[in-house]
């Protein structure tokens, strides 16, 4: 007996070391792997491998199912992100010193793993820390990372990881070149130069226009002046009924505002502008009297006009409102 007890004594460190041995040639065996490719392509035997332990490395599994028939738009969506991640950070880190092993397992390849975790929906992404060495932590049930905000990037998973690894290296993301952008972005730019270069002489003398810019002006300010942006804020109804089988186009109330109201007002608005501007500039250049003096009468007409209905307006919108203009009460 004393023997035996002896013996078996004898044999715990060597069962120790040889666990420890097996545990890095473990770690070693698959990252040799996922420097050829990464992430790991997994089954239900390679996934109960990977993530058995003892594991004195980390495993960040993702688990999703791709065909189409699954219906899986977020999964073929984050796959990319995904293999850009792995692929990155296994060729950031060749030898190894982040302990950290990449694999996906899809649902036609693990079936039993599915079943085994309870798994209904995909993609799932879970972290594996390690059960001793160095970096063990206490808890060995994998962190699942959130993917209720719809499709991640590589950058947001690889920050999420980066948090659990403390102390071990963090190799960045590195996103490849789009040739297909610099091509498309130098053309655009090469193109609007010689554009411009060819038309400039045309396109300048326009540019450089007064009166454009100020009939740009003017009309900026009308739509906003009559609550162009608080109808596209605020979603109103472009008209409403009135309560009588009729259609009420101005709303009560300074805090209300119909779609139709807005074009109205901008209308009225506008053509005061132009009333106003063409009895300053245009009726002093007319050089015969009589046609000036009809003109002044038109003009003049037009603005008491529009300003008794702008007033008629007014009163809709603010019942208490005491001042009036004929011919609109």
């Not at 059960?131 to 998973?157: I, K, M």
């Not at 006009?305 to 919108?317: A, G």
Request: positive net charge.
């Amino acid at each position: 007996m004393h023997f035996l007890k002896g013996l078996v004594l004898s044999l715990l460190p060597v069962a120790a070391i040889a666990a420890k041995k097996s545990a890095v040639d473990k770690f070693q065996l698959f990252h040799t792997k996922a420097l050829s490719s990464s992430p790991l392509k997994l089954d239900d035997s390679i996934y109960g491998q990977l993530t058995s332990a003892p594991r004195d490395y980390s495993v960040a599994v993702l688990l999703t199912a791709l065909e189409s028939r699954f219906g899986c738009q977020l999964c073929r969506e984050f796959q990319p992100e995904w293999d850009l991640l792995s692929k990155s950070w296994t060729k950031g880190d060749k030898k190894g010193e982040s302990r950290l092993v990449y694999g996906t397992l899809d649902f036609t390849d693990g079936k039993n793993t599915f079943q085994s975790l309870g798994l209904q929906t995909a993609p799932v992404l879970l972290l594996f820390q390690p059960t001793h060495g160095p970096h063990a932590v206490a808890d060995s049930a994998p962190l699942r990372y959130d993917f209720t905000n719809g499709p991640q990037s590589a950058e947001q998973v690889h920050a999420w990881v980066a948090r659990h690894l403390d102390g071990r290296p963090h190799p960045e993301v590195h996103r490849p070149i789009n040739w297909v952008r610099v091509i498309a972005f130098t053309t655009t730019i090469l193109a609007s130069v010689t554009f411009l270069s060819v038309a400039g002489p045309y396109l300048l003398p326009i540019i450089q226009n007064r009166n454009l810019w100020a009939g740009i002006s003017l009309i900026a300010i009308l739509l906003f002046t009559s609550g162009h942006m608080f109808n596209h804020i605020r979603k109103v109804p472009y008209v409403a009924g009135d309560g009588r089988g009729g259609i009420s186009y101005f709303a009560g109330g300074f805090s209300n505002q119909y779609g139709l109201e807005t074009q109205i007002v901008a209308a009225m608005y506008g053509l005061l502008s132009f009333a106003t501007i063409s009895l300053a500039l245009k009726v002093p250049r007319i050089s015969d009297p009589r046609t000036q003096q009809l003109a002044v009468i038109i003009w003049g007409g037009v603005i008491f006009l529009m300003y008794s209905f702008l007033l008629s307006v007014f009163r809709i919108k603010n019942g208490g409102y005491p001042f009036w203009l004929p011919p609109f009460s």
